[in-house]
């Protein structure tokens, strides 16, 4: 399967928001987790379906509902059933490879984004698709599987640590969304030291064979990245911007500082960007630079034997008026000039500074 698109085969030739899930299957079952809160009381508890939370959205309280594993079409079409999504905002959920984006209804805003996480082993970046639906007192996320990403922010709603039971779903939806753009700047910093370590390997006299391999797999890598993560930047921008209300003018000072992050984000991963492309160039210069001084070794042993082969070819010729021939010490002098030839090339090598 390609990397960079998934594979639309079913879905081509479907009618327009019909639902199909794109991607791989990360779970067996979905699993509905619920937790409703203020600043004095929490409920938290698993849900057999949706409807189970419908009670708990029309109530004065902020309620977070998370929905773990993307593969069943039929929770996601009752998803939209209750609250008004429109089929083709359905099916981009379901399409693991979608592009991270934000929508806004005249009721919700709805966020497809990405979490990246590097796997050591295999030296490669996995995403998984995270969407957000967020009303004015309530956010349900979508996750292609259950994990433990956002597992700090229930700890905190637990124990009542911070403002979060103070504040609404904006703010939540604030502290996951930092979650996610803080894992941004990790894989980036993971890469970030691999390319650096990579530029000393460059200038050693004989680099391995596969630092070449290594370099464009950090460039595929930090492609990866830059897919992922520049569509956020247009993402926080629309949040802080927009003026639907489902932001509260008190909480925009934090989405101010998320957006500053995926700057930061953004133009770390520019720069590695143009580092790699340095490296790739550099690579290629000191392969033929190392060519050109061996061409140049070569040249110099041709220069030496040029000449003491034309003498050579001269007096082996099968000529009899040839006087030196018969010298009696012609085998010596012959040796004496081959030996004059060398030493005086190699003098003018040397004050030409060319070995």
């Known amino acids: 399967m390609a990397r960079f698109l998934n594979n639309r085969k079913m879905a081509t030739g479907k009618i327009p928001g019909e639902l199909i899930h794109l991607g791989k299957k990360r779970m067996e079952a979905p699993r509905l987790r619920l937790m409703d809160f203020t600043a ?9 379906n949706l409807d189970n939370c419908q009670p708990y959205l029309n109530k004065n309280t902020v309620s977070w509902v998370n929905i773990d ?3 069943d079409p039929e929770i996601i079409q009752k998803l939209g059933d209750m609250f008004g999504i429109h089929g083709l905002l359905l099916e981009d959920m379901l399409n693991t490879g979608q592009r991270p984006k934000v929508t806004e209804t005249d009721k919700l805003i709805i966020l497809i984004l990405k979490f990246l996480d590097y796997d050591e082993s295999k030296h490669k970046l996995h995403a998984d698709q995270v969407s957000f639906i967020l009303d004015e007192n309530y956010l349900i996320t979508l996750q292609e599987k259950e994990n433990a990403h956002f597992d700090p922010i229930r700890d905190r709603i637990r124990n009542s640590a911070g403002r979060v039971r103070r504040k609404g779903a904006d703010y939540l939806t604030y502290l996951l969304l930092d979650i996610i753009v803080d894992n941004y700047l990790i894989n980036i910093e993971i890469l970030g030291d691999l390319i650096e370590k990579t530029e000393s390997r460059i200038f050693i006299a004989k680099p391995k064979d596969q630092l070449m391999q290594q370099i464009y797999k950090h460039k595929t890598e930090i492609n990866f990245l830059r897919k992922n993560i520049r569509p956020v930047k247009e993402i926080v921008l629309h949040l802080i911007e927009n003026e639907s209300g489902f ?3 008190e909480n925009l000072k934090y989405f101010h500082d998320l957006s500053d992050l995926v700057v930061q984000a953004t133009e770390t991963i520019e720069i590695y960007q143009v580092m790699l492309n340095d490296q790739m160039m550099i690579y290629h210069a000191t392969l033929d630079s190392r060519a050109n001084e061996i061409m140049k070794v070569l040249t110099v042993f041709s220069a030496f034997f040029i000449p003491l082969t034309f003498v050579a070819g001269v007096y082996g010729t099968n000529f009899d008026n040839l006087p030196e021939i ?4 012609g085998y010596l002098y012959f040796w004496m000039v081959l030996a004059a030839i060398t030493m005086g090339l190699l003098v003018y090598f040397r004050k030409r500074k060319w070995f």
Do not use: N, R, S
């Not at 004095?40 to 057999?48: G, M, P, R, S």
């Open 326 to 329: 018969h010298f009696k010490y």
């Open 40 to 48: 004095d009381k929490l409920t938290e508890k698993e849900l057999e």
């Open 69 to 71: 594993g993307l593969h």
């Open 247 to 249: 932001l509260k003018e």
